[in-house]
């Protein structure tokens, strides 16, 4: 599986706020490239975190778009996944309606109770792990779906497990002309951090976009 990261984030490194709040950090034309790079990808991931703070869709808003991917004989919509150890997404959640397939990624420690209602609402579920999502696993399990790029949106905690697990090919992110600010703010990268050792990444483009800068790396 081809893994590409993107995501948003204020002049000192911010995806929001302290609040956790979804702030618009990308301008119109970064958003079209984000519309772009998930009309490309067979799926587009984020943590629970994500769907608690921000609900989002995760679909393609261009309707030229929709329509090219449904002209190559695929869904028009790529496949949403959601990395959710305990089942925590509400039922009532964006990413449980009916525009395109929801995988919840889920482990051992998910109440069964929970796992049948999330089934029921839409989901189709996929266990992996004891206490939390193990992610290479669960990947796995997904390429058998047909999933082969995926486009994760973050946030910060998801994306450094990915760079933990080493399963990170590709990461984007655009810079935006904010400060955003505060200890508890989400960055990046997230989670228990790296000590000694960092996932090296490979400079492939700089370029100038809305009021801010995109920023493409390999992750060799
Ligand atoms: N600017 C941008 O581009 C973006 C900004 N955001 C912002 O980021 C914030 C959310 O980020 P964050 O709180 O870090 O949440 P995440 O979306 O990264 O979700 C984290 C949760 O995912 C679950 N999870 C399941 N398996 C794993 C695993 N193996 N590794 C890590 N997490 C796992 C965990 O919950 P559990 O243990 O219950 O499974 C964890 O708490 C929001 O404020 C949102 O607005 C988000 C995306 C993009
Ligand atoms: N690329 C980008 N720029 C920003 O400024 C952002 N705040 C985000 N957030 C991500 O986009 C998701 C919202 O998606 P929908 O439009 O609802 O489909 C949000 O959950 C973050 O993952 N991204």
Redesign the pocket.
């Known amino acids: 599986m081809y893994v590409v990261v993107?995501?948003?984030?204020s002049a000192d490194g911010k995806?929001?706020?302290r609040e956790?709040?979804?702030?618009e950090?990308s301008g119109p034309a970064d958003f079209d490239r984000v519309d772009a790079l998930r009309a490309e990808s067979d799926a587009v991931m984020?943590?629970?975190?994500?769907?608690l703070?921000?609900d989002p869709s995760l679909t393609v808003d261009d309707d030229a778009r929709r329509e090219r991917r449904r002209d190559a004989g695929k869904p028009e919509n790529p496949a949403r996944i959601v990395?959710?150890?305990?089942v925590?997404t509400p039922h009532d959640a964006r990413v449980l309606d009916d525009r395109a397939d929801t995988y919840l990624?889920t482990?051992e420690a998910a109440p069964q109770d929970f796992v049948a209602e999330i089934s029921e609402a839409g989901a189709e579920v996929v266990s992996a792990?004891e206490q939390?999502?193990?992610?290479p696993e669960a990947l796995a399990q997904l390429e058998d779906h047909g999933i082969e790029r995926l486009m994760v949106?973050?946030?910060?905690?998801?994306?450094?497990?990915l760079f933990a697990a080493d399963m990170v090919d590709e990461l984007s992110t655009f810079v935006g002309p904010a400060v955003i600010g505060g200890w508890k703010a989400?960055t990046l990268a997230?989670?228990d951090g790296f000590v000694g050792e960092f996932p090296e990444l490979s400079l492939r483009d700089v370029e100038r976009v809305d009021d801010g800068v995109l920023i493409r790396w390999d992750v060799p």
């Open positions: 993107n995501a948003a984030m995806l929001s706020t956790r709040e979804q702030v950090i984020v943590g629970v975190g994500t769907v703070a921000d990395a959710d150890s305990r925590r990624l482990s792990g939390q999502v193990d992610l949106e973050g946030g910060g905690e998801l994306i450094f497990s989400p997230d989670g």
